[in-house]
């Protein structure tokens, strides 16, 4: 057991890099697209929140398996007649995460800047101050300390949630592993699922578990914050 692990330990290693990069990268596009949107959501213009709000109820309605589907499978025929593309199942698995992240991250975008008390607005706006002056010098730097653990725990769900990405044959964990599995059952060991998905199990752990430590210390550090 001991000399098979440590023969595919390299493998599944790489497919939880896979799994943990392709995370980072679609949690920073969905923080910069949320916040857009979250900040849409608070607008003046009833076009801008009605645009916000299709964007998040949509992708937020929807499962991720099957934006991941549509954009692996459906988008590409529907872009063939302006032009030929093919979609990479990194990048349909990258579109199918921004989308649905993007927007529950607008929803906390959205809730922590009106966590923050009107007053303050009010204030910047009495000193002269313009919308983006109010919002880089005034609202954002406190909101932020609010969205901070809730944004964590999205991340954790994003990271959980690549696991479905096997389905288009992405190299995430998940597949990574059934590829292990696959090659050791046909070279005879046959208890090779049982081994395989404990260590994927035991990585996600390693991956997941420090995230919500670092979201319980940001939760008590701002509820001491308020104290």
Known sequence: MIDILKENLPFLLMGAKNTFWLSVLAMFLSIVTGTVFGLM???????????????????????????????????????????????????AMLIACVLWTSANAAEIVRGGVQAI???????????????????????????????????????????????????????????????TIERLVAGGHHMASIQIYTVIMILYFAMCYPLSRLSLYYERKLAAGKQ
């Open 117 to 179: 008390s009107f007053g303050q607005s009010e204030a910047a706006v009495a000193l002269g101050m313009t919308y983006f002056q109010r919002m880089r010098l005034v609202i954002m730097p406190q909101a932020v300390k609010i969205m901070i653990p809730p944004m964590i725990g999205l991340f954790t769900l994003l990271l959980k949630g690549t696991a479905i990405g096997f389905i288009i044959e992405y190299r995430e964990l998940i597949r990574v592993g059934q590829i």
């Open 41 to 91: 959501r608070l607008a003046k213009s009833s076009a801008m929140r009605t645009i916000a709000l299709f964007y998040i109820e949509l992708w937020r309605g929807i499962p991720m398996i099957v934006s991941i589907l549509f954009v692996y499978f459906a988008l590409p025929e529907l872009l063939r007649s302006l032009v030929r593309v093919d979609i990479s199942s990194f990048m």
